[in-house]
T-cell receptor, first 114, second 111 residues
Framework: NAGVTQTPKFRILKIGQSMTLQCTQDMNHNYMYWYRQDPGMGLKLIYYSVGAGITDKGEVPNGYNVSRSTTEDFPLRLELAAPSQTSVYFC?????????????FGSGTRLTVV | GQNIDQPTEMTATEGAIVQINCTYQTSGFNGLFWYQQHAGEAPTFLSYNVLDGLEEKGRFSSFLSRSKGYSYLLLKELQMKDSASYLCAVKGRDSSYKLIFGSGTRLLVRP
């Protein structure tokens, strides 16, 4: 049981480039989330999804886009990368059926924009 | 809006007890979570409180007072491996299960 898998683990982008961060889960969780974590800080919610075909903005959505065509996959797209997007990105999932169940997090993608 | 405050850093001695506080102001509240995050790793779920009182899980306990907008995480019999960041997170009333996180408290356990 792989849980939540994120790829790539590391990436260096040049300013203005674009990329997609991949996230897939094999637990049949309906709810998925993208967070970013800047050094020494907590997690900020970028986008989330409560099921296939449904996405919504979080606290810091500017500069990002998401899609949710299947239950398993929730990719995050960065268009026109900027240095302010240098961060660690975590994908997480939740079954949406139990209040006391914590998120399952992926291992993260460390992104540097230069 | 939501605001969550935690101390930035704490230091404690191996074998001792430490209490990490979290205060929150939210427009809607439906639970408070604590996560542990070791350097370079993803957060892992520690505890969940939705009603007032103390929840105990082995060496870790978490307390909630909804009227005061206050929670704490209590770590007993500290071990070196407890050196990590501890994140407080609040769940709102909507059905999305999205969490708003505090900035985290970095705990250093010394021998």
């Amino acid at each position: 049981n792989a849980g939540v898998t994120q790829t790539p683990k590391f990436r260096i982008l040049k300013i203005g480039q674009s990329m997609t961060l991949q996230c897939t889960q094999d637990m049949n969780h309906n709810y998925m989330y993208w967070y970013r974590q800047d050094p020494g800080m907590g997690l900020k919610l970028i986008y989330y999804s409560v099921g296939a075909g449904i996405t919504d903005k979080g606290e810091v959505p500017n500069g990002y886009n998401v899609s949710r065509s299947t239950t398993e996959d929730f990719p995050l797209r960065l268009e026109l990368a900027a240095p302010s997007q240098t961060s660690v990105y975590f994908c997480a999932s939740h079954p949406g059926t139990a209040f006391d169940y914590g998120y399952t997090f992926g291992s993260g993608t460390r992104l540097t924009v230069v | 809006g939501q605001n969550i405050d935690q101390p930035t850093e704490m230091t404690a001695t191996e074998g001792a007890i430490v209490q990490i506080n979290c205060t929150y102001q939210t427009s809607g509240f439906n639970g408070l979570f604590w996560y542990q995050q070791h350097a370079g790793e993803a957060p892992t779920f520690l505890s969940y409180n939705v009603l007032d009182g103390l929840e105990e899980k082995g060496r870790f306990s978490s307390f909630l007072s909804r009227s005061k907008g206050y929670s704490y995480l209590l770590l007993k019999e500290l071990q070196m491996k407890d050196s990590a960041s501890y994140l407080c997170a609040v769940k709102g009333r909507d059905s999305s299960y999205k969490l708003i996180f505090g900035s985290g408290t970095r705990l250093l356990v010394r021998p």
